[in-house]
């Protein structure tokens, strides 16, 4: 049973918009939560992290929320760059993060130029 | 950020023969390493967490005799897939915690004839 769910399995946008990446998991027990970038071939690459006791961390174009009740999390991505083409992970831990990871199946991003 | 690698990138074996994977902690000290396999469009699925100087736990549906993992130093941990079979071929990552932050290694590539 996957405990963490990103059901969008794709996502085009145009270059210079907003990328919305949504996340959805089911342990009430998580409590930190990391979204990945990964390429091709390549280990995922950290993005952003956000612990239970906030809301929302922002980090450049980067932004995650998170909404506890509706055990959910979104990754936004403004202004959406070409490079940002990817794979993305979302990734969910309980006991504060220092424990394992349980990840979500992906959502490939495409910005289109 | 912390780096992890791995060795080899890349490997072709015959079925029935054994690989052995090596994932380092280049620079930092790392007690416990995770395993994971991706297979093309999915998920990272989590195999097992490795801890120096003990056994390592394997997650449900893992064969431990299959996917041997030893963990003897603080910079290293290897993942020996064993009698590997075509269905075995995947792409194999490993990761560590440095803080609260789970930092990848580059990959491996199995692919078993």
């Known amino acids: 049973d996957q405990q963490v769910k990103q059901n969008s399995p794709s996502l085009s946008v145009q270059e210079g918009r907003i990328s919305i990446l949504n996340c959805d998991y089911t342990?009430?027990?998580?409590?930190?939560f990391l979204w990945y970038k990964k390429y091709p071939a390549e280990g995922p690459t950290f993005l952003i992290s956000?612990?239970?006791?906030?809301d929302k961390n922002e980090d450049g174009r980067f932004t995650v929320f998170l909404n506890k009740s509706a055990k959910h999390l979104s990754l936004h991505i403004v202004p959406s760059q070409p490079g940002d083409s990817a794979v993305y992970f979302c990734a969910a831990s309980a006991g504060g993060g220092f424990n394992k990871f349980y990840f979500g199946s992906g959502t490939k991003l495409n910005v289109k130029p | 950020g912390a780096v992890v690698s791995q060795h080899p990138s890349w490997v072709i074996c015959k079925s029935g023969t054994s690989v052995k994977i090596e994932c380092r902690s280049l620079d930092f000290q790392a007690t416990t390493m995770f395993w994971y396999r991706q297979f093309p469009k999915q998920s990272l699925m989590l195999m097992a967490t490795?801890?120096?100087?003990?056994?390592?736990?394997?997650e449900q549906g893992v064969e431990k005799d299959k996917f041997l993992i030893n963990h003897a130093s603080l910079t290293l941990s290897t993942l020996t897939v064993t009698s590997a079979h075509p269905e075995d071929s995947s792409f194999y990552i490993c990761?560590?915690?440095?803080?609260?932050?789970?930092?990848f290694g580059p990959g491996t590539r199995l692919t078993v004839t």
């Open positions: 990761s560590s915690n440095r803080g609260r932050e789970q930092y």
């Open positions: 956000i612990s239970s006791i906030k």
């Open positions: 342990n009430s027990m998580f409590d930190y």
């Open positions: 490795s801890n120096e100087g003990s056994k390592a736990t394997y």
